[in-house]
């Protein structure tokens, strides 16, 4: 996996709480076998009319949110669904970063083992990121901050293991592999 | 003095959590389906590593696989290329690492949830994980139960371990007597309406208090079954003679001396009294009414007889009203019905088929208003045609299908149109949760059932003379 060190980027904006993994990506498109592809399907529903046709309105599809590396949303993002397909998704679009004031656990759990940052700060930065989209952001992991434009700096915590692994560029499942031998020993006692 | 929770998180420490490092989790029963687990199966390959534990992992499909008996037996082509591509890979990975499979034929296949259950291998004190939410709803045998992602499926499937960090607990207590025609489904809708979609971020919950405990087995998976809905890792209910009961009588449950072994065990789980919980929440069982939503999350939901709130100036309130079509102040009563979905993972089991049939029984489905029963196993199918559930279904104009996730996910084909109302048993009221458009009204069985026969949002007290 790449490390994930900093973020520079400006930020694209749902102004909404509670968005679920149904809104991330539907039901409908969890029909596959692969990981990859998935990004043309984020926030399908919400992107696109019943026809098929870009909703101009939405936020992911104006001009402003092109190359945006970072979503900034309401509370509890990612609720519902334990599908990884979601940060799947959100990664092959291009988002690098969400930023709220809460994230559902699984969806969190699943995005810090793919390299997207759930990223969980005030809710007076917060409001200020949902009112001025387009917002130009240094995320530094090492440190744990959100530079914001003003020159404030909001910080955030990832847990201890999971940011070690991302700064290096580690799998987890390595770490995992390597207590093969701990793992025997606790199987036989319990034997 | 510890919580349930505890004693189960620390016999399964393999390597305790430190300031650097989280635990190393020891994972005692893995159960996959086919939507999840095929990019891990993958990975497996690209790393050369087998299945660490075959035996402790049981693979069925259910969530993408088609209802119609035809499309299941009859040999008839699975409507959806990309579902039967989910379906062959799963059975081809399950034959190549050795994984015993239930596969769309077999008559012990069902939704994952309902499955480990009924074999009786979900068992209290046991650690269940799956690449599905609603896990949760194995806690309901004192089990620590909860759903993954398809990263950490892998990392189960390879090493039967994953990295946890320690979630907080959370009691939840519901004292007093469910009135009659209120639910385990409404209970549970009651909670969710109290703490909110994520009030239970980060946390555990135990039910505990006397509604609980006088809940069947069926009940409580039901409850624990929504824990997710609220945002809780898992949700738990300690073991006792009813948990027993139920498991002496499953296939896979200890047998013999190891079952005298194991129930001094589990007796040995429940929560000490004074262990402190890091949040707590009391709930009158006896004030809880039918419930229902009318939102497009969870925790949008009110009590059958009342009016849909109103909350001044909350745009995202507004927004979900206009999705499903409502207008605040209204009345949810009457509101008419398109489409009735019964089954899945929360209200799929035997007796919620038995209760929905209660109020179908001699009755007619409204004209108009499509009313779709879909047992959440084979083995629930078998049992409730054995008692003749099916013609009840049948007779009032329902269809009656082959197990699965169906309408609750509506992956599978089985869908409610753009815009149509459902009243539905399943779990989720969000936006296009079963099917782009569709609005969707969370209730019980006996709610769904009533509302199938008036074709209106029905409490059902009014047709079971309560």
Known sequence: MEPVTRITSRTVVLPYTNIDTDQIIPARFLRTTVRSGLGGKLFHDWRYDSSGAPRADFPLNQPAAANCEILVAGRNFGCGSSREHAPWALLDFGIRAVISTEIADIFSSNALKNGLLPIVIDAAHVDWLLAHPGAELAIDLESSTVALPDGQIATFQIERFARYCLLQGLDELGYLRSQERVIANFELQRA | ?466
């Open chain 2, 1 to 466: 003095m510890k919580t349930m929770f505890h004693k189960i998180w620390e016999r399964h420490e393999v390597v305790p959590e430190t300031v650097d490092t989280p635990a190393v989790l020891y994972i005692d029963l893995h159960l996959i389906h086919e939507v999840t687990t095929p990019q891990a199966f993958t990975k497996l390959r690209e790393l050369g590593v087998r299945v660490r534990r075959p035996d402790l992992t049981l693979a069925t499909m259910d969530h993408s696989t088609p209802t119609r008996s035809a499309q299941v037996f009859g040999g008839a082509p699975i409507m959806l290329d990309s579902a039967a591509a989910q379906i062959n890979a799963l059975e081809r990975n399950c034959t190549d690492f050795g994984v015993e499979l239930f596969n769309l034929r077999h008559d012990l296949r069902g939704i994952v949830h309902i499955v480990g259950p009924e074999l009786g291998l979900t068992q209290p004190g046991k650690t269940v994980v799956c690449g599905d939410s609603h896990t949760s709803t194995h806690g309901a045998f004192g089990a620590l139960a909860f759903g993954i992602g398809t990263t950490e499926v892998g990392h189960v499937l390879a090493t039967q371990c994953l990295l946890q960090r320690r979630p907080k607990t959370f009691a939840v207590n519901i004292e007093g007597q469910l009135r009659t025609g209120v639910t385990a489904k409404d209970l549970i809708l009651a909670l969710i309406g109290r703490i909110g979609v994520a009030g239970g971020t980060g946390h555990v919950f135990e039910y505990r208090g006397s509604a609980v405990r006088a809940l069947n087995m069926e009940e409580r998976m039901t409850v624990c079954n929504m824990s997710i809905e609220a945002g809780a890792r898992a949700g738990m209910i300690a073991p006792d003679e009813t948990t027993f009961e139920y498991l002496a009588k499953c296939p896979r449950a200890p047998k013999g001396a190891d079952w005298e072994r194991s129930l001094t065990d589990w007796r040995s789980l429940p929560t000490e009294t004074g262990a402190a919980f890091d949040k707590e929440v009391t709930l009158d069982g006896g004030r809880i009414e039918p419930m229902v939503t009318f939102g497009t999350n969870p925790g949008m939901v009110m009590p059958i007889s009342a009016e849909i709130p109103s909350p001044a100036d909350d745009p995202v309130f507004n927004k979900a009203l206009a999705y499903m079509g409502f207008t605040a102040g209204a009345p949810i009563r009457n509101q008419s019905v398109d489409v009735v979905f019964i089954g899945s993972c929360t209200n799929g089991r035997l007796s919620d088929l038995r209760g929905a049939a209660e109020v179908l029984r001699g009755r007619k489905v409204a004209k108009g208003v499509q009313l779709l029963v879909v047992p959440g196993s084979q083995q629930v199918k078998r049992a409730a045609e054995a008692e003749g559930l099916d013609r009840v279904f049948i007779e009032a104009g329902a269809d009656w299908r082959e197990s699965g996730c169906s309408m609750c996910i509506g992956m599978n084909g089985d869908n409610v149109g753009a815009g149509q109302v459902s009243v539905s048993t399943s779990n989720r009221n969000f936006e296009g949760r079963q099917g782009p458009g569709a609005r969707t009204l969370l209730a019980s069985p006996l709610t769904a059932a009533a509302s199938a026969v008036r074709g209106r949002v029905t409490d059902p007290r009014e047709l079971l003379g309560a």
